[in-house]
């Protein structure tokens, strides 16, 4: 007799049980497991790669605030401190000076100073700067790539889902870590001299 | 019945999130495909008048290996250095010689004697034309970025874009004279280049031409280093020259007229011995990307192209009249 199987609905009830029993346990574990990994792991925030930055002006558009958290900034180690420069000049600017009409941003954060000749170092305001990347496609085109986009964390409010980030033609924002924030250009800076390194910008 | 409705909703569940992630990724889509109001457009400098383009591009080949340092030309033979190799190709294309270098090469040139100069960024080596190391310099030391050679007999110029200056040395390398530093009693303006791109040529008679790049200037130098003459027109137009470092490539033809090769907007031009604007070689739309094709003229006045973006070596001839 103490071979007689048990009835059936016990079987199924008993791996009822233990399937959610299991499945508890398993939660339970990856919650405390994913916390643990968060509280360890470096926080990160929104950054774009400024090698992958194809100057598309959605930086100025997208971004939640206004104007944008994203700013010009300047690798003044890359700068050719040039007269006819093409991220401060319309292309067919009628002269080399700080007329507005021949200057190519559209709010005219960009301030040219004069050096010593035939030198100019040109400065970023970054309070009027709206991140359009116009001067960047100039400097890109025509210079060594100095003037380049990054993302400001004095402005940037670090959303989740970064509005930028999602409309990115070159996929160039990515999350980086917080103690480490930027992606600044600059061969010169970085000990990356090589004539191709440069060519590139 | 239960068991139906259960389905029913999983099916609802199922299609919803379907339909989510689907408007997700169109509208995500359709966002990377916005106008962009700030672009920056060039299209009215790329346009060029076709009757001022006066070559046509007979023959390209591609290359193989990455990283090209610079290209020369001699008798029936292109010869280019890549940062680790020498090749040399016939015009069909086809390879007829390789060898590994010694070091990474920046520059290219071969003299009467085809014997081949090389820079190797803070030194130079030459080579005969069998790809035997002949000779090889001392270090200019570790500011020293060698863009360009150019040797006329016993005298080597050498471009050193790091130090802005042109060394004239023997052909063992010791510096006869330092050109181009700037001097306000000599009128010498001094280089201005603010990226390697620096380029030296001889001309017909042996003088030396530099490109003066942060200055969009060609500056011709007497044998003793005084500054000879010079020309050069700063403009966006086809004309002219723009942006930090152009022209970033110079060669000269026999009859002293100069062919010029441009970054950011890639175009090749030809001028007069006296700088004046002849023609187009290869307009913007030949190129790709923003990288100066390094160029090279041999004796039937073909401008040979290394284009670093295509990869390729490309043939321009004179269209015939």
Redesign the interface.
Known sequence: MSDKKEPKSIERRRFIRGGMQMALAVSLGGVAGFSLLKSTSKELVWQLDPFKCVQCGRCATECVMTPSAVKCVHAYDLCGYCDLCGGYLKPDSNARSTAAENQLCPTAAIKRKYIEEPYFEYVIEENLCIGCAKCVAGCTSFGNGSLHLQVRHDRCENCNDCAIARVCPADAFQRVPVDNPYLIKGGFTKGGTSKDQLKKG | MNRKLVNIVLIVLAVAIVIVIGKDFIG?KA????E?????N?D??RKVDSTQILYAETFHFPLKIH?W?GITVSDSMIIVAS?NHLLKFDYSGKQIFGKQLID?A?CITIDENRQIWIGM?HYVVMYDINGTLVKRWNSFGDRA?F?SLAVSGENVFVADAGNRIVYHCNTNGQIIRRIGEKNEQKEIPGF?I???YFDVAIDDGGFLWAANT???TFENYNADGSLRTSWGV?S?KIEGF????NPAHIAILDDNSFITSE???PRIKIYDQHGQFIGIVAPPAAFEG??APDITVDKQHRVIALD?ERQQIRIFERKKE
């Open positions: 995500k966002g990377k495909n916005i962009n109001p700030f672009e920056y060039m009215e400098f990283d340092a940062a990474t920046t960024s970025l863009t201005i603010p990226s390697p942060g200055r969009h700063t966006f723009s942006g930090c470092c970054k950011g907007m923003s990288l670093f």
